[in-house]
């Protein structure tokens, strides 16, 4: 993104903003409530244009050629309420021209890993918010794309649930090249998540830190979050927002 500026009648939601990202990079931007992290990520994916500046997501320029580019996990799980939890996350590889059951059955294996092994064939309403999240990741990873958007994903977890899927998520971005943008306002989700953290400014949304967040990826999570460097890493990026 070059110079990107977008407002909404009179709401400037991001100014300037500069972001830089190398192939199956996973870059985490943080920012405050409001600061234009979900509007960030509808224009890299296509869904909104820019109103000043320019973005090139792999050579597509236009927001119509952006879209289909890239695999967006929602803020909001958005599932279809008259599917079952399978058939929602299969519905990316039907998407892709797979028929039902050969979508259901590539599908399949991710709700073991999840944990959610026991709950592909009931409908969302019965799911607790947490697990919703999780059909809702399945079904991004199941878009098979090279750049995967995922806004808030795990905010609507609990913070057990959460830590247990920042920790799943470290060990599958780095099973799997693609490069990855995940939005947040969790200083420590960000910096445990991203190899580098682009931080926002509150709004309008601009640029004002970049924080090389690669840590050490041998130490537990716990053993990560409390070393020094990690505490460090966490009061420049605090710093920063404020
Ligand atoms: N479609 C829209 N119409 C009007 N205002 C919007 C729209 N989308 C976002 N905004 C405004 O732009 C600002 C940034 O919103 P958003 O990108 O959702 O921030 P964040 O995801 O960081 O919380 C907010 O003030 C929000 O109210
Ligand atoms: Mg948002």
Redesign the pocket.
């Known amino acids: 993104m070059r110079g990107v500026s977008k407002r ?2 009179g ?1 400037v ?1 991001l100014r300037g903003v500069d972001v830089t990202i190398e192939r199956h990079e996973k870059v985490a931007i943080l ?1 405050p ?8 990520l509808q224009i890299v994916a296509g869904l909104l244009d820019a109103e000043v500046g320019s973005v090139n997501v792999e050579g597509a320029l236009l927001a119509k050629e952006r879209l289909g580019r890239c695999a967006m996990m929602p ?1 909001r799980d958005l599932l279809l309420p008259w599917r079952s939890a399978l058939d929602n996350a299969a519905i990316a590889c039907e998407n892709r021209g797979m028929k039902r059951s050969e979508a259901r059955a590539r599908t399949r294996p991710f709700f073991e890993r999840f944990g959610l092994g026991a709950f592909e064939d009931v409908s969302p309403a019965q799911l607790s918010g947490g697990m919703r999240q999780r059909v809702s990741f399945i079904r991004t990873l199941m878009a098979d794309k090279d750049v995967l958007l995922l806004d808030e994903p795990f905010g609507a977890l609990d913070s057990i649930t959460r830590a247990q899927m920042q920790e799943w998520l470290l060990l599958a971005m780095a099973d799997v090249p693609r490069t990855v943008l995940l ?1 947040t306002h969790d200083v420590e989700e960000a910096l445990l998540l991203g190899d580098a953290v682009i931080v926002l400014s509150s ?1 309008p ?1 601009r640029v004002v830190r970049v924080l090389d967040s690669r840590v050490d990826s041998g130490r537990s999570r716990r053993e990560t979050v409390t070393s020094p460097e990690f505490v460090a890493l966490k009061e420049q990026a605090l710093e920063a927002i404020e």
């Open positions: 909404f009648g709401v939601a920012g409530s409001g600061s234009g992290k979900s509007t960030l803020q939005v709004r949304g």
